[in-house]
């Protein structure tokens, strides 16, 4: 089992954040190997940690940052991206979608 952390956040910053847990799970599908999401909002956004099974890291991230992609696809996250933290390491301001 591998975590992963993402934030989630909106350009204009205005209106309650939605539910990330539950579009992130609704369009992750079994072969991604997402086991559970947990999230917690907070002024600077979503944060929402990914706990995925595959049979290596680089899969398991590759499939998590799949499933946070197709969440941004849905209308109701229109205007939300997410910054890329990855696994327990400092966040990479250049791997934001």
Known sequence: ?????????????TGAPPDIARHVQSTADPD????HIYTESTPFG???????N???AQAAESAAVG????ALR??????W??????????LNAMASW
């Open 1 to 13: 089992m591998y975590a992963f952390t993402a934030r989630f956040h909106s350009f204009d910053g």
């Open 32 to 35: 991604d190997g997402l086991e």
């Open 74 to 79: 849905r209308t109701e996250l229109r205007g």
């Open 81 to 90: 991206n997410f910054t890329w933290q990855g696994p327990e390491r400092e």
């Open 54 to 56: 595959a049979p290596g």
């Open 46 to 52: 979503v944060y929402a940690v990914l706990f995925m």
């Open 67 to 70: 499933v946070c992609r197709e």
